[in-house]
């Protein structure tokens, strides 16, 4: 049940759009995935709100683009609750983030 | 028509980034890639793309001071800011506006929009490349514009203002609104040492007010160095503008012939403002216009006449255009005539009231754009011996020209009436190249002749009328009814040339159809001012080597001798 994770119609035409470079597009999104997901581990430990705002803002547009929606919304949560100070409310989120990450990964890798 | 354009991507976003510069890639654009605001700085400054795509959150500088230092480098031209953002809230949005934005775009990105937003936007750059190459072109324009006028502007000052506006009793003030303005001011001497001054307010302003400047001044100029009145000259000028400005364009004027021996002021007013005398002990006299401006109606139904205005030693005639009346302040008021008349009224000292007016007009106006010309005269009436008159420099070779001539002049009637023989005498003398310096003088006793003999010989008129301003100007309507119901009587002129050791001898001779009068040409050597009923003849006894009346008083005989210079 891929598309419970990823819209497949927008995945679809960005493979459109991208032509040759999708895969390369995947693998960058990835990339940068894993190491935003190790920055806003960091940054929680750390108690660093602004800085946890702006990654997960900046994964939640990433995401975005590559149709991975529900990601976005988590994404989305944490940067309210950042913007809010609100540290103790995020931290039940991230294993939610990582799980959800991982499913829009595995359906990622089979299409590079 | 697709044209291919550089746009500067900025988004910290590998994959982001990644995505924009395919499809615009895709549709055949240039991109440049930035990862942070810096980058993205820097990479505008040195390549200077048509478009910019902003990531509003950015690391090191973010996009909204990097959409600030973009539109601050990118000066006037016009280089469109999309921001790209996933930004909801309104005041989020409203902040990438202040900082310079153009428009958004919001993500997941979606290559249709974004290509119709690239299409708008390259619209907006070339109508802006327009509005800037006419805006140049038009700046351009006005600059010739500006440069031909100062160079007509310089030929024109040569016409305009080659008179005697610097004399020591005249006060004169011009302001252009533009390089030229609609007003023209001019002033000469007249061959008998008097003036004839003239203001002139033309409809509109620049070129084609000053276009018609030009033969205006060319005619007031000419025809005054060759004696004409100014009768003619009013009606010279007024044909002139008449057949060469077009319907609407036309000129409100005043001329005035000044006479400082015989303290006495000719004016023509069509058009403009009510103009005003002061006399020495501050009483105000007011002249309303009672013609329409110059180059309206044809000679036939143009009217010359005149106000006759008699004037004492101090006494001081203002000439203005509306442009006084209508300067206006920055609240909008005018200045207006009720301010101007009280200048008037209150002054107690007529030598410093000019300077009062300009300092009072500059007051109201103060901070305030003119918005017409202000052009403003005042002329003092002075004893002739503090005007000092152009002496006229003639080249003299050998003597040539006619020497030994003899010709008269008989006017009839019909002649009379209107019609005025002394430039035409004048230019006969002027053969003579021994005469031209002395044309001055010639014409001051040609004219006194001359009107001797018409006004007190074939009219009959008494010349003690004009000795109080009421009678002045009776004096002259009953010499205007005259002249037009005129149907006998003669003047008649007739001179001899003759060439001397020394230069050269002139000897004219003035009759009239007149009864003449009692005459002692002793006594008058005596005291030169009595028996002559006024008729000017002490001044030209000055002028002449001999001077006498003979037979009833109806003829009279002068004789002129010029030497030749070593």
């Not at chain 2, 990097?66 to 999309?82: H, Q, S, T, Y």
């Not at chain 2, 216009?289 to 010359?304: A, C, M």
């Not at chain 2, 006229?392 to 010709?407: H, L, R």
Request: net charge negative; glycine share 8%; hydrophobic share 40%.
């Amino acid at each position: 049940m891929s598309d419970l994770h990823l819209d497949m119609e927008a995945l679809a035409e960005l493979e459109d759009i991208m032509e040759d470079d999708f895969g390369t597009l995947l693998e960058t999104y990835l990339e940068d995935a894993e190491s935003k997901l190790k920055l806003i581990s960091d940054a929680l430990g750390a108690g660093d709100a602004e800085a946890l705002r702006e990654l997960a803002h900046s994964f939640k547009g990433a995401s975005c683009n590559v149709g991975a929606l529900p990601l976005s919304r988590l994404c989305e949560d944490v940067e309210q609750l950042a913007r809010l100070d609100n540290i103790i409310d995020i931290t039940p989120l991230l294993p939610g983030i990582l799980s959800e990450y991982s499913q829009v990964k595995k359906i990622l890798q089979e299409k590079i | 028509m697709k044209e291919t354009i550089t746009v500067l991507v900025a988004d910290d976003n590998d994959s982001d980034r990644l995505i924009l510069s395919t499809i615009l890639k895709r549709q055949g654009h240039d991109v440049l890639e930035a990862a942070n605001g810096r980058e993205a700085v820097d990479l505008f400054t040195e390549h200077r793309p048509h478009l910019v795509l902003l990531d509003a959150l950015m690391p090191e500088v973010d996009g909204f001071q990097a959409a600030r230092m973009i539109k601050c480098a990118a000066g006037e031209d016009l280089v469109p800011v999309i921001f790209l953002t996933s930004l909801k809230d309104a005041s989020s949005l409203a902040k990438c506006l202040e900082a310079g934005g153009d428009d958004f775009l919001s993500k997941p990105y979606n290559r249709v929009i974004l290509e119709a937003k690239i299409h708008a936007f390259q619209r907006m750059r070339q109508m802006h490349q327009t509005l800037q190459n006419q805006r140049d072109q038009i700046a351009k324009n006005n600059s010739y514009m500006l440069q031909e006028q100062r160079v007509a502007k310089a030929v024109f000052d040569n016409v305009a203002h080659s008179g005697c506006l610097d004399a020591p009793n005249i006060k004169h003030m011009l302001s252009p609104l533009s390089v030229f303005n609609g007003d023209v001011l001019l002033a000469a001497y007249k061959p008998s040492g008097g003036m004839h001054l003239m203001l002139g307010d033309f409809t509109g302003h620049g070129l084609p007010a000053a276009v018609g400047a030009m033969p205006m001044a060319e005619i007031f100029y000419g025809m005054t160095a060759k004696g004409f009145g100014l009768k003619d000259i009013v009606r010279e000028i007024n044909l002139k503008l008449k057949s060469i400005l077009p319907i609407g364009v036309f000129c409100c004027a005043a001329f005035a012939d000044v006479s400082y021996r015989k303290g006495s002021l000719s004016l023509w007013l069509g058009g403009l403002p009510d103009c005003y005398l002061i006399r020495a002990n501050g009483e105000l006299e007011v002249f309303k216009s009672d013609h329409v401006p110059i180059g309206v109606i044809d000679s036939r139904s143009f009217n010359d006449s005149m106000f006759e205005i008699r004037m004492e030693l101090g006494d001081r005639f203002y000439l203005w255009s509306d442009g006084i009346h209508e300067a206006r302040n920055l609240r909008d008021e005018m200045y207006g005539e009720q301010r101007l008349k009280d200048l008037f009224v209150n002054n107690e000292d007529t030598e410093a009231l000019f300077g009062q007016i300009r300092l009072d007009v500059t007051n109201h106006i103060h901070g305030s754009e003119r918005d017409d010309d202000i052009t403003m005269l005042e002329v003092k009436m002075v004893d002739p011996s503090e005007i000092q008159t152009e002496t006229f420099k003639v080249e003299m070779g050998a003597i040539s020209g006619p020497t030994d001539w003899k010709m008269s002049y008989k006017l009839g009637p019909n002649t009379l009436r209107d019609f005025n023989p002394l430039p035409l005498l004048l230019q006969l003398l002027m053969e003579v190249p021994g005469l031209r310096p002395h044309s001055g003088t010639l014409y001051t006793v040609l004219s006194e002749l001359y009107s001797n003999a018409l006004e007190h010989g074939v009219i009959g008129l008494d010349s003690k009328l004009k000795s109080d301003p009421r009678g002045f100007a009776e004096y002259y309507q009953k010499r205007e009814t005259a002249l037009e119901n005129l149907n006998t009587g003669y003047v008649e002129f007739t001179f001899e040339h003759l060439p001397t050791v020394e230069g050269g001898s002139l000897y004219v001779q003035v009759q009239d159809s007149g009864e003449g009068f009692e005459y002692d040409n002793e006594s008058f050597k005596e005291s030169p001012d009595e028996g002559f009923h006024g008729r000017g003849i002490p001044l030209i006894r000055n002028l002449c080597k001999r001077i006498h009346y003979v037979g009833a008083g109806n003829s009279v005989e002068a004789e002129f001798e010029w030497l030749q210079e070593s």
